[in-house]
């Protein structure tokens, strides 16, 4: 159970993880998704529970659609997986999800939160072609 960044690549965001280790096989597998902070926390799960996880299917949610300088230009339809936990270990949960749970991705926090992203994004970005851009050219001794 983690929170790093999506795919532990830097230029995205972070995201909650679960790795988890199959019982046959012993495969290990990463996964992620927004829900599993809640679900963990409620789940009580600690490395080395026996946890079941299925995944429900998708949601649909509406997300700003931002720019390459990070400015939103309306909204854009993304798909977030929704998955079921539980912590075989432990009784007496209500494990019953608030199906009228609605998750607002539209607030200003967020959208400045997006943005600062983009222009971290950009800027990592920009000095990646910099220093690309100077092992071509070469150094120079001066």
């Given at each position: 159970?983690?929170?790093?960044?999506?795919?532990?690549?830097?230029?995205?965001?972070?995201?909650?993880?679960?790795?988890?280790?199959?019982?046959?096989?012993?495969?290990?597998?990463?996964?992620?998704?927004?829900?599993?902070?809640?679900?963990?926390?409620?789940?009580?799960?600690?490395k080395?529970?026996?946890?079941?996880?299925?995944?429900?299917?998708?949601?649909e949610?509406?997300?700003?659609?931002?720019?390459?300088?990070?400015?939103?230009?309306?909204?854009?339809?993304?798909?977030?997986?929704e998955?079921?936990?539980?912590?075989?270990?432990?009784?007496?949960?209500?494990?019953?999800?608030?199906?009228?749970?609605?998750?607002?991705?539209?607030?200003a926090?967020?959208?400045?939160?997006?943005?600062?992203?983009?222009?971290?994004?950009?800027?990592?970005k920009?000095?990646?072609?910099?220093?690309?851009?100077?092992?071509?050219?070469?150094?120079?001794l001066?």
């Open positions: 159970v983690g929170y790093d960044h999506y795919q532990n690549d830097k230029t995205k965001p972070k995201q909650h993880f679960i790795k988890l280790k199959t019982l046959n096989k012993g495969v290990e597998k990463t996964y992620w998704g927004a829900d599993f902070g809640e679900l963990t926390t409620r789940e009580n799960v600690k080395g529970d026996l946890v079941k996880l299925k995944k429900l299917g998708q949601k949610v509406k997300i700003p659609a931002l720019d390459k300088n990070g400015v939103q230009h309306g909204w854009k339809t993304a798909h977030r997986n998955w079921q936990l539980e912590n075989l270990g432990v009784k007496g949960i209500d494990r019953i999800s608030s199906s009228s749970k609605e998750l607002v991705l539209n607030s926090e967020m959208i400045k939160k997006q943005q600062l992203q983009m222009r971290n994004f950009s800027q990592i920009q000095s990646m072609i910099q220093s690309e851009q100077k092992v071509k050219i070469g150094i120079r001066g």
